[in-house]
């Protein structure tokens, strides 16, 4: 595995250093807001660009931004602040659900589904802390999905360079044969695979099954990196203020 220089000297990004030599007050607009459990530090910047944060009245328009002690922040127009004390939602994603925190179609997303499990279970874990997921599981696929509000664990899972394996378990319409398989599908019954990789592209799963002639009917993510799904059901979740082994 490559590693980084920054990454060498215990940084996360590049842009650490620059913060760490030239600002001992402040924090970076995305790993602050990452820190508010708003958003991974990805998802952070997309925010920034869509103009949805201000900063003291003003629209943040640089992803270089500072924040120091004192200054306001806002997405949305409501004010946000860093949480302490961080929260892990380990589910079981059911099919139908859409695995971001809006959607301009009107489906249902997980934070729809954070919603309705606040309503219904008083997980005191979870009080009010917000949630973010961390990486996607596609519409029509279930299986094990991460939320939380930390966003240095969200970037170690997420960021090619950690090199975190995702497993998915997939039904295809095809009865299976050596022809299908190589090192990262395996064949574990008639008409069903495993499938490791490394990143979460698009629909990647059911692409590249589809590239060598199988076409999936159900496809599920049994675990990521070191944790499992074990025996969640669809919809089913563990919450946790301790942080999960990847």
Known sequence: MQILYYEFFGFEHFTDIF??????ASMR?????????????????????????????KVITELAMQILDGDVVKVDGKVVSP???????IMNKPRGVVTTCSDDRGRKTVIDLMRQIRNETNEANLGSIRVF??????YDTEGLLILTNDGDLAREITHPSSEISKVYIATVDTKVTDEHL???????????????????????????????????????RVAI???????????EFICTNTKPRI
């Open 83 to 89: 949480e302490t004390r961080k929260v892990y939602v």
């Open 182 to 220: 190589c090192d990262i599908v395996s064949k574990i019954g008639d008409n069903t695979v495993q499938v490791t990789i490394h990143e979460g592209k698009n629909r990647q799963v059911r692409k590249m099954l589809a590239a060598v002639g199988l076409n999936v009917t159900d496809l599920k």
């Open 29 to 57: 607009i995305n790993k602050y807001l990452a820190s508010c459990g708003i958003a991974s530090r990805r998802g952070a910047e997309e925010l920034i660009l869509a103009r949805r944060v201000t900063l003291n009245g």
């Open 19 to 24: 913060d760490a030599l030239f600002y001992t």
């Open 225 to 235: 990196g070191n944790l499992t799904l074990g025996k969640l059901k669809p919809g």
């Open 133 to 138: 997921p961390v990486g996607r599981l596609d």
